[in-house]
Every structure is written in structure tokens, then in C-alpha cells.
């Protein structure tokens, strides 16, 4: 498991809570994998009760069974929560984007190309990880300059199903092309261009549907739910 580093005032449920999750979404703690509080402790260097408060705030969420008596396991991945957290980020980030066309101003659109050349950049250099991040961050400041950054903080629980997803694409998809998306998404914005801006981010979030075939070449079959569960 990797260890982040703590944030400035955060408490010791938060960083166990963002650590764990962050964990999951990178398969450094792997679909079906044991956990026990003691091991966490031990590993973050905190006590007992807010891992167990982060644990259960991630099986609230799923991404998290905890056995009484029995200790805690990654869930694996379910097709059908990972469709639907895509479903509801399809439909709200092309609703955003139309917003930021006619919201966004001068500075936000130089953020924008900003993080895009970002990307391009990263992209070069064969950093994955850096390409992660400037993709989260570009999604984010959409909303932000939407206005409507509470709306993104309530869909992060649902949508950590298919960031997981998310992360694994990322490693068996062109990157090329999901930073092209980004760009013209941009451009689009800088026309002002609603229904192409639409249409673009559509397409981009397509990229991101569960081919299991594809996976399964790439990562164990025992990372996912079978559907006769």
C-alpha cells in the first residue's frame, strides 16, 4: 500500500479515508484483497477507530465489505455499479459543459488550455500518473467554474466505481486520444461551441465503458463480480 502524505489540518479519518481510497482506485490494495485495521494502523500510524471509521464509510459506498468477526475485503469490481456511476457522469458533465460555455471566462478558459498542455506534455514523457491527476483536475475545474463544485463533491462517492475502471483504462487505452478529447472539449469551450462541446464530452466519457474482454487481458478475472452472484 502506498502512504500519502498528510494534508495541512487533516484529520485522521480524512487521510485514512483519502488514502484507502486512493489505494483502491490505483489497485494498490487490489479487487478481493484482505484488510484489517490492525495491519492499517499499523501502516499509517494511526489508531484503530478511524481506520474502522474510513472502512465503513467505504462500504457505505461498496467499495468495501467488512465481515463481522471476519475482518474487511476490497469488493470487487460490479459492472452494473461502474455503468451507473459512468451513466451519471455522462449525464452531468455534459449538463456542466454547456454551462461552462457560457460561463467560463478569460482566465478559465487560460486554466483550461493550461492543464491540457499539461497534458500534452506529460503525455510525451510517458508519465501516467501526472496524466491521472491533470485529468481529474480538468474534469473538476469544469464544475468549478460551473459553479457547481458542491455538485461534483456529491458525485465522487457514486462515480469511485468507475474511477477504478477509470485507472485501468487509462493503462490499456490510448492516452493520446483521451488528451485529444480534452483539448477539443477546450477548444469547443473557447467557441463557445454548446453542442459540440456536448457532443465531445459524450464521446470522451464513452472511452471509459467496461470492455471486459479487453480487460480480462490485461487484469485477473477474480478482480470482477461474475454476474451470478
Known amino acids: 500500500m502506498r502512504i500519502l502524505p498528510r494534508k495541512a489540518r487533516e484529520n485522521n479519518r480524512d487521510y485514512a479515508l483519502r488514502t484507502l481510497r486512493e489505494n483502491i482506485i ?14 492499517l ?15 465503513m464509510e467505504l462500504a457505505r459506498v461498496s467499495l468495501v465489505e467488512v465481515y463481522p468477526q471476519r475482518g474487511s475485503a476490497i469488493a470487487l469490481i460490479d459492472d452494473e455499479l ?12 455534459c449538463a456542466v459543459v454547456e454551462l461552462v460555455c457560457r460561463m467560463a471566462t478569460e482566465q478559465d ?12 506534455y ?27 463544485e458542491q455538485t461534483h463533491a456529491l458525485m465522487a462517492d ?37 453542442d459540440a462541446a456536448k457532443q465531445l464530452m459524450g464521446v470522451h466519457l464513452s472511452r471509459y465503458q467496461v470492455d471486459k474482454t479487453h480487460l480480462l487481458e490485461h487484469y485477473p478475472a477474480e478482480y470482477f463480480k461474475q454476474s451470478s452472484e
Do not use: C
Not at 166 to 176: G, Y
Open 41 to 55: 494502523s499499523a501502516q499509517l500510524g494511526l489508531s484503530r477507530t478511524p481506520i474502522r471509521e474510513a472502512l
Open 158 to 194: 457514486m462515480t469511485l466505481h468507475f474511477d477504478r475502471v477509470r485507472n485501468m483504462t487509462l493503462n490499456t487505452v490510448e492516452n493520446s486520444a483521451i488528451v485529444s478529447d480534452h483539448r477539443a472539449i477546450a477548444e469547443a469551450i473557447a467557441r463557445r461551441d454548446e
Open 26 to 39: 490505483h489497485l494498490d490494495l487490489p479487487p478481493g484483497g484482505r484488510i484489517s485495521e490492525n495491519d
Open 109 to 120: 478558459l487560460l486554466l483550461l488550455m493550461e492543464n491540457v498542455t499539461r497534458q500534452e
Open 82 to 93: 461502474v455503468e451507473e456511476a459512468r451513466f451519471l457522469r455522462s449525464v452531468m458533465e
Open 122 to 148: 506529460y503525455l510525451s514523457q510517458g508519465q501516467p500518473e501526472q496524466l491521472w491527476k491533470l485529468d481529474g483536475s480538468f474534469h473538476a475545474l469544469l464544475f468549478r467554474i460551473a459553479r457547481k
